[in-house]
C-alpha cells in the first residue's frame, strides 16, 4: 500500500443484498487488515439481511453489527465514499446498468451462486451458504494478496477479472 494512503473503498454488489454481497463485505473488512474498506449494495434490496447470513458469520466469529439491506443508490449519490474497486456477486447485478460511481472504480464481475435460493432441509441451506462463504473467501483472499501498489490498471484489471473467474487459488496466482 502506498504510505499514508486511505483504505481502498470496495463495493459488492447483488441485487438483494441480503446474502453474498454481506458475507463478502464482512470477509473483506476482516481479512483486509485495514487496507480495504468494504461495502454492500443491492439493485433492488431486500430490506434485511438473511439470518442465514448472520448465522454463518456469528459461527466464523466476524462482526455482524452494522450490516444492512441497502440500495447502490446510496453509493452513486454525492458524499458517497470514492469506491475504488465494484464487484458484482451475483449474475443478475452483473447484467443490470449501473449507476455511475463517484472515483471510477475498477470492476469485475464475481459470480457466486445464491444461497438463499437454496430451499429444502436446514442442513441444505446451512451447506449453500457456505459454499458461497468459502468461494468468497478464496477471492477475498486472493484479492488482498495483490500488490495493488505494483500493479498498472491494465494488469491490475486482468488480475481482478481472473480472481472472478476461478474457485482455485493456484489459477489466478500465476
Same mark, same amino acid.
Given at each position: 500500500? !502506498?504510505?499514508?494512503?486511505?483504505?481502498? @473503498? =470496495?463495493?459488492?454488489?447483488? %441485487? *438483494?443484498?441480503?446474502?453474498? /454481497?454481506?458475507? #463478502?463485505?464482512?470477509?473483506?473488512? #476482516?481479512?483486509?487488515?485495514?487496507?480495504?474498506?468494504?461495502? /454492500?449494495?443491492?439493485?433492488?434490496?431486500?430490506?434485511? =439481511?438473511?439470518?442465514?447470513?448472520?448465522?454463518?458469520l456469528a459461527r466464523s466469529r466476524l462482526p455482524t453489527e452494522g450490516l444492512r439491506s441497502k440500495s447502490w443508490d446510496e453509493f452513486a449519490a454525492p458524499g458517497a465514499p470514492s469506491l475504488d474497486f465494484v464487484f458484482t456477486v451475483c449474475d443478475s447485478?452483473?447484467?443490470?446498468?449501473?449507476?455511475?460511481?463517484?472515483? +471510477?472504480?475498477?470492476?469485475?464481475?464475481? *459470480? !457466486?451462486?445464491?444461497? #438463499?435460493? =437454496?430451499? *429444502? /432441509?436446514? #442442513?441444505?441451506? @446451512?451447506?449453500? &451458504?457456505? $459454499?458461497?462463504?468459502? +468461494?468468497?473467501?478464496?477471492?477475498?483472499?486472493? &484479492? %488482498?494478496?495483490?500488490?495493488? @501498489? +505494483?500493479?498498472?490498471? =491494465?494488469?491490475?484489471? +486482468?488480475?481482478?477479472?481472473? !480472481? *472472478?473467474? %476461478?474457485? @482455485?487459488?493456484?489459477? $489466478?496466482? /500465476?
Open positions: 500500500m !502506498i504510505p499514508n494512503r486511505k483504505p481502498y @473503498d =470496495v463495493l459488492f454488489l447483488c %441485487t *438483494g443484498n441480503s446474502a453474498r /454481497s454481506i458475507l #463478502a463485505e464482512a470477509l473483506l473488512n #476482516a481479512m483486509g487488515g485495514g487496507r480495504f474498506r468494504a461495502h /454492500s449494495a443491492g439493485s433492488h434490496p431486500k430490506g434485511a =439481511v438473511n439470518p442465514h447470513a448472520l448465522k454463518l447485478a452483473a447484467g443490470e446498468v449501473c449507476p455511475i460511481w463517484p472515483g +471510477q472504480p475498477m470492476s469485475a464481475h464475481w *459470480g !457466486i451462486a445464491d444461497p #438463499a435460493a =437454496v430451499t *429444502g /432441509s436446514e #442442513a441444505a441451506i @446451512d451447506r449453500a &451458504f457456505f $459454499a458461497a462463504y468459502e +468461494q468468497l473467501q478464496r477471492r477475498i483472499s486472493l &484479492f %488482498t494478496s495483490l500488490r495493488l @501498489d +505494483q500493479l498498472d490498471r =491494465v494488469a491490475l484489471k +486482468q488480475r481482478i477479472d481472473e !480472481i *472472478g473467474r %476461478t474457485s @482455485d487459488a493456484a489459477a $489466478a496466482s /500465476s
